[in-house]
Every structure is written in structure tokens, then in C-alpha cells.
């Protein structure tokens, strides 16, 4: 075994101990997915049935959020991040806002949307008459991009794996695309955010609507009037009286 492999097997076992697995199976089927695969190679685990609603989602996103703090694929993203930067918000939130990628706010503190948009973000979501509490918010990249500069498609690439299996074990009804980054990614395209905006789009079971983003508005705060426009065709869908 090579060196970075026993790091990552130590990794991968270390991860499996905060959360809990105290014994592993004896690997069977050649190809499967065992606690020595590389972080770089490993898939998301399943999906576990959750009939109540809770506990195995809980679970399911703590392996991950541990996945991701191992991940050293973007090489210079890792090398420079202070923290991992998952998500926060209740496991079976009923709207998830999706951002672009922590600043260094968020790479102080770890967690999503703290800084001066993060503020702002918190505003927009009390104005939909919702708490910051009771919604998911995540990021397309996990890590901060050095000097806020935008994600680099291997970035996003890289990242897919972690953002979209969060989504699929949290199970929004719906999805709000904070800018560019973020509606690029979930949707798989290239159109300008312009065009995306009043459209609803689908992501699995989940109904999809783009917006600016907060850091977007922090500088053009007439785009402010927009947002409250998409928010309001958002929470009508949702059957949120404003
Ligand atoms: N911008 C983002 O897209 N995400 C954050 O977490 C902070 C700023």
C-alpha cells in the first residue's frame, strides 16, 4: 500500500469512527467499496430508508460532512482552507438555499453564510417569512476558493459528489440557486443567470428556482427588488402567506 493510500485508508477509518462504526465487514465482492478505498475514488454511501424522518438522515450527513473534511482532491483548495465548509440546517429541511462557495467568513468559522452576505442572505429568508434556522444552506464547494475567486469547473466537478448526495439524503421540496455558481452547477448548464430566473426547473423530486446571489445584491442593491420578486413566486408555490 502506498503511503497516500494508508493516509487515506486512516482517514477513511478515523471517519468511520466519528460516526460511530466501531467493527467493519470482511470486504467480499471484488470492486466493492471497503475502508480501504482512497478518498478520491470513494462513492457517497447509500441512501438508508427513513421512514421517521430523522435519525439515519442525521447519520447519512455526518458521514459525509466527515468525507468531505478528508477530501483532498482540489489539492490547492486543501492546502489552503482553514476549515471545511459543509452545511448547516435541519437533515429533512423542507427548501434548501444553495450558494456558491464559502468566503473567508465561512472558512474561519465553518459554517455557510456567516460574513456580510451571509447577513443578508439571513434577511431575505426572515422576509419569506421563514427562520435561517429552519431552512438547509449549503454550497456548490466545500472549500474557500483562494482570494473568493470563482469555482473552477474541476472544482465543481470534484465537488458534485458531496453536493448532490447531500441533496438526495436531505430531500428538499424545493431549491433556491443563489447565482451563477450555484444554478450552473445543480442544472447543468450554461445560460445566464438572467435567463434562469423566473423559470422553475426540477432536481430529483425537487422544484428548483435560481435568484442573485446575496454578494451580487451587496453590490448592485437595485437587483434587491428582483429577488424579492423570485422569493415571492417561491413562497406562493411553497403556500407561504406573505
Ligand atoms: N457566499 C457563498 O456562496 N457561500 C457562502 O457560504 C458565503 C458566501
Redesign the pocket.
Same mark, same amino acid.
Given at each position: 500500500m502506498s503511503a497516500r493510500d494508508a493516509r487515506a485508508l486512516k482517514q477513511r477509518l478515523d471517519s468511520l469512527a466519528a460516526a460511530g462504526v466501531t467493527q467493519l465487514p470482511k470486504a467480499s465482492r471484488r470492486g466493492s467499496q471497503t475502508a480501504a478505498t482512497p478518498a478520491s475514488e470513494r462513492q457517497p454511501e447509500p441512501v438508508a430508508a427513513d421512514p421517521g424522518g430523522g435519525t439515519d438522515r442525521i447519520r447519512s450527513l455526518r458521514i459525509l460532512n466527515q468525507q468531505v473534511a478528508d477530501c483532498t482532491q482540489c489539492v490547492e483548495l486543501a492546502a489552503t482552507r482553514t476549515n471545511t *465548509?459543509f452545511g448547516v440546517g435541519p437533515p429533512d429541511a423542507r427548501i434548501c438555499f444553495f &450558494?456558491? /462557495? @464559502?468566503?473567508a467568513?465561512?472558512d474561519a468559522s465553518g459554517? @455557510?453564510? *456567516?460574513?456580510r /452576505? &451571509?447577513q443578508l442572505?439571513t434577511k431575505i429568508i426572515e422576509a419569506c417569512k421563514l427562520r435561517r434556522e429552519e431552512v438547509y444552506?449549503l =454550497? *456548490?464547494l466545500k472549500c474557500r476558493p483562494p482570494g =473568493?475567486r470563482p469555482p473552477l469547473p474541476g472544482e465543481v466537478a470534484n465537488c458534485r459528489r458531496f453536493f448532490e448526495r447531500q441533496l438526495e439524503i436531505i430531500g428538499p421540496q424545493y431549491i433556491c440557486c443563489?447565482?451563477t455558481? /450555484?444554478s450552473h452547477a445543480l442544472l447543468e448548464t450554461t445560460e445566464p443567470i438572467g435567463k434562469l430566473r423566473k423559470r422553475w426547473f426540477t432536481h430529483g423530486a425537487a422544484k428548483v428556482i435560481c435568484t442573485y446571489? @446575496?454578494?451580487y445584491l451587496l453590490r448592485n442593491p437595485a437587483a434587491k427588488r428582483d429577488v424579492w420578486d423570485d422569493m415571492k413566486v417561491m413562497m406562493t408555490d411553497m403556500g407561504v402567506e406573505l
Open positions: *465548509v &450558494g456558491e /462557495a @464559502p468566503g467568513d465561512e459554517e @455557510p453564510f *456567516v460574513g /452576505a &451571509g442572505l444552506i =454550497n *456548490v =473568493n443563489l447565482g455558481s /450555484a446571489h @446575496p454578494s
